[in-house]
């Protein structure tokens, strides 16, 4: 089982949201990216 905990991400979810001033909102793509990278590579990823 792999549970993907992102910060905000740039969705319609959470359209209006403000990040903290060092955390930028994700790109939707860039999220999947890393978690797929990380479960293919058999590790967690930060």
Do not use: I, K, N, Q
Request: with cysteine; glycine share 6%.
């Amino acid at each position: 089982m792999t549970t993907v905990c992102p910060y905000y991400v740039r969705t319609g979810m959470f359209e209006g949201a403000r990040s903290a001033p060092l955390l930028p909102l994700l790109d939707p793509a860039d999220v999947v990216d890393e978690t797929w990278s990380a479960m293919l590579a058999g590790h967690p990823s930060s």
